[in-house]
């Protein structure tokens, strides 16, 4: 089986938890250069691999395929298109980039160098989404009218970090809004408008860590919710339809999963607690337990090896992926002018 020889760009908290134990599974790939400023913790983790210091040394590499990137969201631009000129196929972490002007400009090189270009939006593989989105296919909730998805934690201390920090691409917005951004697109597509309130919450915020996102279509709301002082969470999706509700706590474990050096290597990964199953409950007032489906990030980068190895279509397309930068920077929009952004 031909391998898909992998860079890596960046080893911090994205490339150690949410790629490289998914790609060590996976017979397709295999990372065979990281640039890192770190190159002991590396080592620590992947001996073979070669480390080095500059991407123009990565991208050097004839042999690498695949060019994975990590870095924080204000980098992403330069490096992908660095990548794309250098003809290498490019995954980039969410979100994309910071406008969609950056966006359009990716996406059409990535067609002049006739590469592929993915954002890793694994949110789309989260086990309660998953379910959420079976349950609206399968039409169980009938003509959906409300749906909303909160991201929500307890973190009231400011921390000294680049996402906690004034600059390109950082905030909760940027960071958790992609995830609940994109969820929405992917079930219900571009919205007619959007309303938002955003701003720094927490006592000596210094970026935004709070937003509240209304996505208009039609007659059906979409609320995207966030906020960094939450002690006890709340419903994590509620899903109002003509035919019934779908309310669901708990958030889906895979992360924590990775964070504890776990890796996805059996059938029972991506699980829900039987306790957090949601409840489908009808118009006449019958409830459901519905075991919620697993979760897998996973299938992210079996995709991705079908797509490059056999020329399936892309898990998530960078057009996906700047639609989701372009409902974020008119959230920021509505929010500065108190008003509804309506698009074209």
Same mark, same amino acid.
């Given at each position: 089986?031909?391998?898909?020889?992998?860079?890596?760009?960046?080893?911090?908290?994205?490339?150690?938890?949410?790629?490289? !134990?998914?790609?060590?599974?996976?017979?397709?790939?295999?990372?065979?250069?990281?640039?890192?400023?770190?190159?002991?913790?590396?080592?620590?983790?992947?001996?073979?691999? %070669?480390?080095?210091?500059?991407?123009?040394?990565?991208?050097?590499?004839?042999?690498?395929?695949?060019?994975?990137?990590?870095?924080?969201?204000?980098?992403?631009?330069?490096?992908?298109? &660095?990548?794309?000129? /250098?003809?290498?196929?490019?995954?980039?972490?969410? !979100?994309?980039?910071?406008?969609?002007?950056? /966006?359009?400009?990716?996406?059409?090189? /990535?067609?002049?160098?006739?590469?592929?270009?993915?954002?890793?939006?694994?949110?789309?593989?989260?086990?309660?989404?998953?379910?959420?989105?079976?349950?609206?296919?399968? @039409?169980?909730?009938?003509?959906?009218?409300?749906?909303?998805?909160?991201?929500?934690?307890?973190?009231?201390?400011?921390?000294?970090?680049?996402?906690?920090?004034? @600059? !390109?691409?950082?905030?909760?917005?940027?960071?958790?809004?992609?995830?609940?951004?994109?969820?929405?697109?992917?079930? *219900?597509?571009?919205?007619?408008?959007?309303?938002?309130?955003? *701003?720094?919450?927490?006592?000596?915020?210094?970026?935004?860590?709070?937003?509240?996102?209304?996505?208009?279509?039609?007659?059906?709301?979409? #609320?995207?919710?966030? +906020?960094?002082?939450?002690? +006890?969470?709340? !419903?994590? *999706?509620?899903?109002?339809?003509?035919?019934?509700?779908?309310?669901?706590?708990? #958030?889906?474990?895979? %992360?924590?999963?990775?964070?504890?050096?776990?890796?996805?290597?059996?059938?029972?990964?991506?699980? &829900?607690?039987?306790?957090?199953? @949601?409840?489908?409950?009808?118009?006449? @007032?019958?409830?459901?337990?519905?075991?919620?489906?697993?979760? +897998?990030?996973?299938?992210?980068?079996?995709?991705?090896?079908?797509?490059?190895?056999?020329?399936?279509?892309?898990?998530?397309? /960078?057009?996906?992926?700047?639609?989701?930068?372009?409902?974020?920077?008119?959230?920021?929009?509505?929010?500065?002018?108190?008003?509804?952004?309506?698009?074209?």
């Amino acid at each position: 089986m031909k391998k898909i020889k992998v860079g890596l760009v960046g080893y911090g908290f994205s490339a150690t938890v949410f790629h490289t !134990p998914l790609l060590s599974v996976l017979e397709e790939f295999h990372i065979s250069k990281v640039m890192s400023s770190n190159p002991e913790k590396v080592k620590s983790d992947l001996e073979d691999v %070669e480390v080095v210091s500059t991407l123009s040394e990565l991208l050097e590499d004839d042999s690498i395929d695949l060019v994975i990137i990590t870095t924080p969201s204000g980098m992403h631009y330069e490096m992908v298109k &660095d990548a794309l000129r /250098a003809g290498k196929h490019v995954i980039v972490e969410k !979100p994309m980039v910071v406008s969609e002007k950056e /966006a359009n400009e990716l996406i059409q090189l /990535a067609k002049e160098q006739d590469v592929q270009l993915s954002v890793y939006h694994n949110r789309r593989w989260d086990n309660d989404y998953l379910t959420v989105k079976q349950l609206i296919e399968e @039409g169980k909730l009938g003509d959906v009218k409300m749906y909303e998805a909160h991201f929500d934690r307890y973190r009231p201390a400011v921390r000294d970090r680049w996402r906690e920090n004034e @600059g !390109p691409g950082s905030g909760a917005l940027y960071d958790l809004g992609s995830h609940l951004i994109d969820q929405a697109l992917h079930l *219900f597509g571009m919205p007619d408008f959007v309303q938002a309130d955003v *701003f720094g919450q927490r006592d000596h915020a210094r970026t935004d860590d709070y937003f509240h996102v209304v996505l208009g279509y039609g007659s059906l709301r979409v #609320i995207l919710h966030s +906020s960094a002082i939450v002690p +006890s969470n709340g !419903p994590r *999706f509620q899903v109002h339809g003509t035919k019934a509700s779908y309310i669901k706590y708990g #958030i889906d474990g895979q %992360e924590d999963m990775l964070r504890a050096g776990k890796k996805p290597v059996d059938d029972t990964w991506g699980a &829900d607690s039987p306790e957090h199953y @949601g409840k489908l409950t009808t118009g006449e @007032g019958e409830t459901e337990e519905i075991e919620t489906l697993h979760g +897998s990030y996973l299938m992210y980068y079996q995709k991705i090896a079908d797509s490059l190895l056999r020329g399936e279509e892309l898990p998530v397309s /960078a057009e996906e992926a700047r639609d989701v930068v372009k409902v974020i920077e008119a959230a920021f929009e509505s929010s500065k002018e108190k008003r509804a952004v309506y698009f074209n």
